[in-house]
C-alpha cells in the first residue's frame, strides 16, 4: 500500500528535529556515527522538501515574468537609434558614428534569428568543456550554438572577469557551473548576470563527489541563498571498480565509466528552447540595445560636455570679477544668481534642455537655496580663506576670498547640472522640472569631487591671476 504523505511541514520539521536530537546526543556514543549521517540526510531531505513548497522560479517562470514581445524589441531599437541620431546631428564626424550604425543594423536583423546563443561559464575545472561535449551530444538541435567562456576568478588571464561577464550579454542564455557551494566571487558574478537580466540555471557540477548527505546540503545551500534554478549534474562521473566472481573462484575486476547524469539539465533547457525561444531572442536584442543606446549616449555626454567645459569657465570668471568688485555680500549673491541663470540657459541649450530666462532664474535660485542648506557657501569660503592664510591677507585680499568663492561654487553649480542632464534621456521636453532630491545629490557628490587641496590650490592661484595686479600674485599664493 503506497501512502501519499500530505503534510510536508510535518515531515519536514521530523527530519530537523532527528538532526537536533543527534547532536545533542553526539558525546554518548562515536558508534552512531552512521546513524548520524543517516539521520542527517533526512534532516536535509526534508528541508529540501519544505524549500520545494516555496520554490525559486523555473527558466521558464523567470522568463514569463519578462515582458517583452517583438513591439518592445522596435521600441528599445528605435530610441537607441534616436540617440545615435542626435549624435550624428551634434557631431557629424564623429568616430564612433560608423560602428553604432552597424550595430543598429545589426539589431534589426537579430529580431528574427532563429539559433539560440547559450553561454557556459564558471571558474576553472569546474566542467564547462566537459559539460558543452555532453550537450551537443544530448540535444540534438541544430539551433542552439554552445560557447564556452574564458575560466572566471583567475588572478592572471586574458580576459577579466568583468570582460567575461560582458561577454555574456551576447547571449541568450547562460549555464553558470560550480562544484560545490559558493564561494563570494562566484555569488557576486551571479548577483551581476541576474541585474543583467538573463535567464541562468546554476549547475551544481561533480555531485557524485559527494557523500549523498553532503550533496543534498550543498543542494539546499544553493537554493537557499540564490533563490534561483539550480540543476544537480555529474558530467565525469568517477569511474567506479566493477568486481565479478567467476564460478572457478576467480575474481576479475575493472573499471566502469558510468554514463553522465544530466538529465534535469537536458529536461529543463529542452523545455526553454521549445516554449521560449523566439522570446531568448527578444530579450536578449532589447539588451543590447539598451546597452547600445548607453554607449551612444556616452559619446553624445562626452561631446556635450567637451563643448559646456569652457561655457563653465567663461561664467566662473564673470562671477569672480563680480564679487570681487562688490564690497556688499548680499549684492554678490544676487549677481552671481543672475550669473548662473545666464549660464543655466547656455548649457540647456547645449543639453537640449530649453531654459526661458524666468525658469533659468528658478533654477539658479533653487540651486542658490540647496547650497546654503547643504553648507556649501560656507565651506567653500573656508577652503579658499585656507590656501591663502599662509600669506598676508590685506583687504583686497578678502575681496579675494568672496571673488574666487563665487567662482567656485559656479563652477560646482556648472558641473552639478552636466551631471544632471546626462543622467536625463535625450532630447527631453523643455519646461520640466528638476528634482530636486537627485540635484541635491549630485551637488554633494561634484562638491565633494572639487575638495581636493591639489585641486583648490590650482583654482585660487588661477583666480588671483585674475583679479589681481601681476605685482600683487606673489603677496597673496606662494
Known amino acids: 500500500m503506497v501512502v501519499k504523505?500530505?503534510?510536508?511541514?510535518?515531515?519536514?520539521g521530523l527530519g530537523l528535529s532527528f538532526f537536533l536530537w543527534m547532536l545533542e546526543s553526539w558525546h554518548h556514543s562515536i558508534v552512531r556515527l552512521g546513524e548520524f549521517s543517516l539521520l542527517t540526510t533526512l534532516a536535509v531531505g526534508g528541508g529540501l522538501w519544505l524549500l520545494q513548497q516555496n520554490r525559486p522560479k523555473s527558466s521558464l517562470e523567470q522568463l514569463d515574468?519578462?515582458?517583452?514581445?517583438?513591439?518592445?524589441?522596435?521600441?528599445?531599437?528605435?530610441?537607441?537609434e534616436a540617440v545615435i541620431n542626435q549624435l550624428a546631428q551634434e557631431a557629424e564626424n564623429h568616430t564612433a558614428l560608423e560602428t553604432l550604425r552597424e550595430q543598429?543594423?545589426?539589431?534589426?536583423?537579430?529580431?528574427?534569428?532563429?539559433?539560440?546563443k547559450l553561454a557556459v561559464t564558471g571558474g576553472k575545472s569546474v566542467?564547462?568543456?566537459?559539460?558543452?561535449?555532453?550537450?551537443?551530444?544530448?540535444?540534438?538541435?541544430?539551433s542552439v550554438h554552445l560557447q564556452e567562456t574564458a575560466p572566471l576568478f583567475r588572478e592572471a588571464g586574458d580576459k577579466s572577469d568583468a570582460a567575461v561577464l560582458a561577454e555574456l550579454t551576447n547571449s541568450d542564455f547562460v549555464l553558470f557551473i560550480t562544484n560545490g557551494d559558493l564561494t563570494d566571487s562566484e555569488f557576486q558574478s551571479l548577483q551581476q548576470i541576474k541585474a543583467a537580466n538573463q535567464?541562468?540555471?546554476?549547475?551544481?557540477?561533480?555531485?557524485?563527489?559527494?557523500?549523498?548527505?553532503?550533496?543534498?546540503?550543498?543542494?539546499l545551500s544553493l537554493k537557499q541563498r540564490l533563490q534561483a534554478n539550480v540543476v544537480a549534474t555529474a558530467v565525469s562521473p568517477i569511474p567506479i571498480k566493477v568486481r565479478k566472481h567467476e564460478a572457478d573462484g576467480s575474481v576479475q575486476e575493472w573499471m566502469e565509466q558510468p554514463v553522465p547524469d544530466i538529465q534535469q539539465l537536458t529536461q529543463q533547457l529542452s523545455e526553454v528552447l521549445a516554449q521560449q525561444g523566439q522570446r531568448l531572442v527578444w530579450v536578449t536584442t532589447v539588451r543590447k540595445a539598451r546597452l547600445l543606446k548607453a554607449e551612444a549616449k556616452n559619446w553624445l555626454n562626452e561631446t556635450r560636455c567637451?563643448?559646456?567645459?569652457?561655457?563653465?569657465?567663461?561664467?566662473?570668471?564673470?562671477?569672480?570679477?563680480?564679487?570681487?568688485?562688490?564690497?556688499?555680500?548680499?549684492l554678490d549673491i544676487l549677481a552671481t544668481a543672475a550669473i548662473n541663470a545666464q549660464m543655466i540657459m547656455d548649457l540647456g541649450n547645449i543639453y537640449q534642455q530649453k531654459f526661458s530666462l524666468e525658469q533659468a532664474q528658478a533654477v539658479a535660485g533653487t540651486m542658490g537655496s540647496l547650497m546654503l542648506k547643504l553648507g556649501l557657501v560656507?565651506?567653500?569660503?573656508?577652503?579658499?580663506?585656507?590656501?591663502l592664510k599662509s600669506n598676508a591677507v590685506t583687504f583686497v585680499a578678502g575681496g579675494v576670498v568672496q571673488g574666487v568663492s563665487a567662482a567656485y561654487l559656479t563652477r560646482v553649480a556648472g558641473l552639478s547640472l552636466i551631471e544632471y542632464f546626462q543622467q536625463q534621456e535625450i532630447a527631453i521636453d523643455s519646461g520640466n522640472e528638476l528634482n530636486l532630491d537627485k540635484l541635491r545629490q549630485t551637488l554633494q557628490k561634484v562638491f565633494q569631487q572639487n575638495q581636493q587641496m591639489a585641486f583648490l590650490q590650482g583654482f585660487v592661484k588661477q583666480g588671483v591671476k585674475r583679479l589681481l595686479p601681476e605685482a600683487q600674485q606673489t603677496e597673496v599664493v606662494a
Open 5 to 12: 504523505l500530505q503534510r510536508p511541514i510535518l515531515v519536514g
Open 65 to 80: 515574468s519578462m515582458i517583452v514581445d517583438r513591439a518592445t524589441v522596435e521600441n528599445a531599437i528605435a530610441k537607441a
Open 104 to 116: 543598429v543594423a545589426q539589431l534589426m536583423l537579430e529580431l528574427d534569428r532563429q539559433e539560440i
Open 127 to 142: 566542467g564547462k568543456s566537459s559539460l558543452i561535449q555532453v550537450l551537443a551530444e544530448t540535444l540534438h538541435t541544430k
Open 199 to 219: 535567464p541562468t540555471i546554476l549547475v551544481f557540477n561533480k555531485q557524485d563527489q559527494y557523500l549523498a548527505d553532503e550533496r543534498a546540503s550543498v543542494l
Open 306 to 330: 567637451d563643448r559646456a567645459t569652457p561655457v563653465i569657465e567663461q561664467y566662473q570668471w564673470i562671477a569672480a570679477a563680480a564679487a570681487f568688485a562688490n564690497p556688499v555680500p548680499a
Open 378 to 387: 560656507e565651506l567653500s569660503t573656508k577652503a579658499v580663506g585656507t590656501v
